[in-house]
T-cell receptor, first 111, second 117 residues
Framework: DAKTTQPNSMESNEEEPVHLPCNHSTISGTDYIHWYRQLPSQGPEYVIHGLTSNVNNRMASLAIAEDRKSSTLILHRATLRDAAVYYCILRGSSNTGKLIFGQGTTLQVKP | GAVVSQHPSRVICKSGTSVKIECRSLDFQATTMFWYRQFPKKSLMLMATSNEGSKATYEQGVEKDKFLINHASLTLSTLTVTSAHPEDSSFYIC?????????????FGPGTRLTVT
């Protein structure tokens, strides 16, 4: 499984945008980029995913580099409830759809 | 979004006993479910992939006789930790994929905290 590299932790101020980077230099042409987040003592929550084009949804935006070797999750206005561990995961195109979690980025949001 | 439940949310058991954890998809049919475990301040580790009506596929290093998985229906998968020991204490999380939608999005349960004394 192709690996991802994320910073261990990041800090943000409330109501400011947050850019969470992810490097995936060994990504293959059919790997999807998924982002999940996990709040303390809860199961992970789907945030967004994409393949080649940038994606937007109500939670966040996903900017994918042209060579697909990196991507950035963008939270447009961080709130205290966005404090969580954010995982960037590559999912292969095989039918199992299994996700292999890395260490993720712990986002701290300061009021 | 789709909802996945787990029962119980937390359980304490004595060493040597077995514990069953249920994972249910409440509003969709899950042809595939996944089981993870998570130690404190660590990431999720995939244990096995559970396919409805067939045997589970275990990840390397996970003992299939210790962690019994049954996926007897499209909405229910169970994980039984047999002969539990204190080192099995962990946060167990399941996820489910909606097999009918064609989407690969996984919906996670809230987790079950197991403490073995």
């Amino acid at each position: 499984d192709a690996k991802t590299t994320q910073p261990n932790s990041m800090e943000s101020n409330e109501e400011e945008p947050v850019h969470l980077p992810c490097n995936h230099s060994t990504i293959s042409g059919t790997d999807y980029i998924h982002w999940y987040r996990q709040l303390p003592s809860q199961g992970p929550e789907y945030v967004i995913h994409g393949l080649t084009s940038n994606v937007n949804n109500r939670m966040a935006s996903l900017a994918i580099a042209e060579d697909r070797k990196s991507s950035t999750l963008i939270l447009h206005r961080a709130t205290l409830r966005d404090a969580a561990v954010y995982y960037c995961i590559l999912r292969g195109s095989s039918n199992t759809g299994k996700l292999i979690f890395g260490q993720g980025t712990t986002l701290q949001v300061k009021p | 979004g789709a909802v996945v439940s787990q029962h119980p949310s937390r359980v304490i058991c004595k060493s040597g006993t077995s514990v069953k954890i249920e994972c249910r998809s409440l509003d969709f049919q899950a042809t595939t479910m996944f089981w993870y475990r998570q130690f404190p301040k660590k990431s999720l580790m995939l244990m096995a992939t559970s396919n409805e009506g067939s045997k589970a596929t275990y990840e390397q290093g996970v003992e299939k006789d210790k962690f019994l998985i049954n996926h007897a229906s499209l909405t229910l998968s169970t994980l039984t930790v047999t002969s539990a020991h204190p080192e099995d204490s962990s946060f167990y999380i399941c996820s489910a994929r909606d097999g009918t939608s064609g989407s690969y999005e996984q919906y996670f349960g809230p987790g079950t905290r197991l403490t073995v004394t």
